[in-house]
C-alpha cells in the first residue's frame, strides 16, 4: 500500500513538470480591469451577505454546541462498552467542527480581500 502511494506521487511529480512549461509568462491580473459597481448596488450585496451570514454563522455555532451536549451526555451516561461507540461519533464531531469554524474563517478572508479589491 505505501508503494503504491510512492508511485501516486512520483507520477504527479513528473506530471507537474511535464506540463509547467504550459504556464503564461504574463501576470494575469495585469490585464483585468475591475469595474467597481455603484455605490447602491454594493451596499444592498454587503446588507443581505452580512445577514445571510449572520444567520448561517448563528445557527452553525447553535448546532455545534447542541450537538456537543447532546454527544456529552450520551458518552455521561452510557456504559463502559458503549463508549467507544460514542467516542467515534465524537471523531465526526470535532472533524464537521473544525470544518465548519475554518469555513468561517475562509469566508471572512475573502471578505477582506473583496472589501481590499474595490477601494
Known sequence: MRLKGIKI???LLVFIFLFQTMVL???PFDQINPVAPDAGTLTEMNSFRNKL???FQIVGTGLAVIGLIILGIKYV???PNERADVKKYAIV???GAVLFFGAIGIVELLKGFGLELFQ
Request: aromatic residues 20%; neutral net charge; hydrophobic residues 55%.
Open 25 to 27: 509568462a504574463t501576470n
Open 53 to 55: 451570514y449572520t444567520i
Open 93 to 95: 464531531y470535532v472533524v
Open 77 to 79: 451516561y452510557s456504559a
Open 9 to 11: 506521487l512520483i507520477l
